[in-house]
């Protein structure tokens, strides 16, 4: 017994120190700590970004306040013009001269840089992003803050990451990092932000990945808090389900959001494929979107900018049916318009209004029907914010968390979670993907069909292929005798089947500019092996502690 008493202290060092080596060897304690720089500075980068939103509102209407609909409805005609209008031909500049790739970006481009795996978020591209999308949601623009400060918080977080020699694994861990905190710092809603960025953008629930985006999720929303103060987004009353007959009546609410969900986003897909067909200068179509959208504004200006009074309106029960109604019509028209006439801004809130709308509808009219069992038209309200939400983000965990943390209440668990699953379940069945996965589809990247096919499409055969030894530096390639070659953009599916279709073994690289120039080789056993240790660290960091 003595005897083992005196050995404890080197057996806890065996037991211990190996553990502290491994965290160690593989920079955990490294990502735990960026994760909290990252929280703080996605924080400061998400308080920046709205109080600038709030500037160009002030320039426009006069008050910095999000609560604009009073002001708008007494103000001359002419000034419901100004902000979309000027505000959009400022945004086309901006496009014009500004913005890589002359579009804004929001959370398709942080999960296509997480399934490439390659480069970081250039920060440089990101905050002109930010600022575009600022003047848009300034101005009047009827998209939502969240998605542009997702990329703006995954910009960050994946340039403190290029500063570091961090592994793979931590690279992308840090990429959610920066989503979390965002989602945390834009909603005040931290558990919803470790969620959000596991579900929609690392696309799996990594043990080691869970403690540095929680790390970040939680400080992010410190910072936030002791900004913006310790509130939720929207405040209601506390409702209560009046009988547990309403289930079925949840249920069929959940079917009609689905449906509205699915008409929102065809109605964005739609309206962008006819924009794309119609000659218009850049800098001229987000001043014609904006023109659009005031005339919208005239007879509903609830449409005009983020659209959380209204949303709160609907939460309250204070919007009447035919109000409600006209609202569902005029902020999907208002939404498609802005984002095909390219000003910047998300899909989130204005699913979240849209959900508000029409579970508000569908409540009244359950309680026309059913007077004495009927919840109040608030309860539907939240509802259907969450199922629509949940249906076109493809995210039906986060967003249920989302409505819980915005809401301040638990007490709709049940009902939430019915109404949400069955929206999302008809939608995806419609539909085939979220509007995040059409936006990725767009570019020619499917991550729904799983990571095998992910890594197929893109990588490419720069990843693998063997240069060229000394004595092979003037090898030439003759393209006219039939002879096979690839070029390093090739992706790897294409040159798998090239290898496979002429029981080639190896291939030559041609230059992509002068195809008789051979630059290196392409091993059919170095593409399966790269293939393979691909999936191999997918699943690995998938499952490690």
């Known amino acids: 017994m003595i005897e083992t008493i005196k050995q404890l202290p080197e057996i806890l060092r065996n037991w211990i120190k190996p553990n502290l080596e491994l965290h160690w060897q593989t920079k955990q304690i490294l990502v735990w700590f960026m994760a909290l720089n990252a929280g703080v500075m996605v924080a400061f980068g998400t308080i920046m970004f709205r109080e600038f939103i709030l500037f160009i509102q002030y320039l426009w209407v006069g008050t910095s306040s999000e609560s604009i609909l009073e002001i708008i409805a007494n103000a001359p005609w002419y000034l419901v013009f100004v902000g979309p209008v000027l505000g959009g031909l400022l945004v086309g500049i901006c496009l014009e001269k500004i913005v890589p790739g002359k579009r804004t970006f929001g959370v398709a481009d942080v999960i296509e840089v997480k399934t490439h795996g390659s480069k970081p978020i250039a920060i440089l591209p990101a905050l002109s992003s930010a600022l575009v999308t600022s003047i848009s949601l300034g101005a009047g623009a009827s998209t939502g803050r969240e998605g542009p400060v997702v990329h703006l918080g995954a910009a960050i977080s994946s340039y403190l990451g290029a500063k570091f020699n961090l592994p793979n694994w931590g690279a992308k861990t840090l990429l959610g990092c920066g989503v979390a905190a965002a989602v945390s710092a834009s909603f005040n809603a931290p558990i919803a932000g470790v969620l959000f ?29 002791f900004w913006f103060g310790d509130v939720a987004a929207f405040t209601i009353p506390n409702y209560q389900v009046t009988s547990n007959w309403e289930f079925p009546a949840f249920a069929l609410l959940g079917v009609v959001c689905a449906f509205v969900a699915v008409i929102f986003q065809f109605s964005l897909v739609g309206t962008d494929y006819v924009t794309r067909n119609i000659k218009i200068p850049l800098w001229l179509r987000p001043a014609i979107g904006g023109l659009a959208i005031g005339t919208i504004a005239l007879a509903f200006p609830h449409v005009l900018g983020v659209g959380y009074e209204a949303t709160d309106m609907a939460l309250k029960s204070q919007l009447p049916l035919m109000m409600l109604l006209g609202l569902l019509v005029a902020k999907t028209a208002a939404t498609a318009i802005s984002m095909a006439s390219r000003f910047g801004g998300g899909i989130f809130s204005p699913a979240l209004y849209l959900g508000a709308m029409a579970g508000g509808a569908f409540g009244l009219i359950a309680a026309q029907v059913f007077p004495e069992m009927a919840s109040s038209q608030g309860l539907y309200a939240i509802l259907g914010m969450g199922a629509v939400a949940a249906a076109v983000l493809g995210a039906p965990i986060s967003t249920t968390m989302i409505v819980f943390e915005l809401t301040g209440g638990y007490t709709l668990s049940l009902a939430l979670l019915l109404t949400v699953s069955i929206a999302y379940g008809i939608s995806n069945a419609i539909h085939g993907h979220s509007f995040f996965e059409w936006q990725l589809e767009m570019r020619g990247l499917f991550v729904q069909d799983g990571p095998h096919r992910s890594l197929l499409r893109v990588t490419t055969v720069e990843n693998f292929m063997s240069p060229l030894d000394e004595n092979e530096k003037n090898l030439r390639f003759d393209p006219n005798i039939g002879s096979i070659s690839l070029t390093p953009s090739t992706t790897l599916e294409r040159a798998l089947r090239t290898f496979d279709n002429g029981g080639h073994a190896s291939l030559p690289v041609v230059d992509e500019k002068d195809e008789t120039k051979i630059i290196g080789w392409a091993h059919q056993s170095q593409a399966l092996r790269f293939f393979n240790n691909a999936l191999i660290e997918a699943s690995e960091e998938e499952h490690q502690h």
Do not use: D, Q
């Open 197 to 225: 960025a596991h579900e929609v953008v690392l696309g799996h629930y990594a043990k080691r990945a869970i403690i540095p985006i929680i790390i970040a999720s939680v400080s992010s929303t410190i910072v936030t808090r």
